[in-house]
């Protein structure tokens, strides 16, 4: 039963570099979503996708970029990576059917930029 | 501007104390609210509580939500070392099609032997 799986789990990359965190899901949800969560800051919304094909930009997109070419896999890239997006991102989702379900999240990819 | 704010921002207990986590919020036609709780990792969904007055119950952990206050409370009686944790209430409201939460910052809950 793995539900949301993130990988990498760890990564340490150097500015100006470009990675990719893959996020998978099992469960056939419509919905998923990219947050970074920051000390003092809370979930930040990046990204979202209300279904495969679709994304849209959430609270802080800048610097980000991603893709849903597949219902299952919702891909965040940073294309030159910055000092300030040293962070944790979580990848959720949840069923697309009716107002009322929860978010279901990945364990979380601890980024590093140096 | 969608909002919400949890109190207290951190709290340290005893083993076997009560403790009750706030949550208030102010979002454009109220959908949902949610408690999650995040230890090391991914957070894992608590509650969702869509109307007033109805307690949600799991174990030693309850939660309630009052509409005319905009606001929820989460309960854990008994507490034990392995509730600490970060407690995190989010809200949807009617934001269209995107089914997006509105988190606050948390609440972190240490429990002491």
């Known amino acids: 039963n793995a539900g949301v799986t993130q990988t990498p789990k760890f990564r340490v990359l150097k500015t100006g570099q470009s990675m990719t965190l893959l996020c998978a899901q099992d469960m056939n949800h419509e919905y998923m979503y990219w947050y970074r969560q920051d000390p003092g800051m809370g979930l930040r919304l990046i990204h979202y996708?209300?279904?495969?094909?679709t994304t849209a930009k959430g609270e802080v997109p800048d610097g980000y970029n991603v893709s849903r070419l597949k219902k299952q896999n919702f891909l965040l890239g940073l294309e030159s990576a910055a000092p300030s997006q040293t962070s944790v991102y979580f990848c959720a989702s949840r069923w697309g059917q009716g107002p009322n379900q929860p978010q279901h999240f990945g364990d979380g990819t601890r980024l590093s930029i140096l | 501007e969608d909002k919400v704010v949890q109190s207290p921002l951190s709290l340290v207990v005893h083993e076997g104390d009560t403790v009750t986590l706030n949550c208030s919020y102010e979002v454009t036609n109220f959908r949902s609210l949610l408690w999650y709780k995040q230890e090391k990792k991914a957070p894992t969904f608590l509650f969702m509580l869509t109307s007033s007055g109805i307690e949600k119950k799991s174990g030693r952990l309850s939660s309630i939500l009052d509409k005319k206050e905009l606001s929820s409370i989460l309960n854990i009686t008994a507490t034990q070392t392995g509730d600490s944790a970060i407690y995190l209430c989010a809200v949807t409201g009617d934001a269209g099609n995107n089914r997006k939460l509105i988190w606050g910052l948390g609440t972190s809950l240490a429990v002491n032997p």
């Open positions: 996708s209300v279904g495969e094909g």
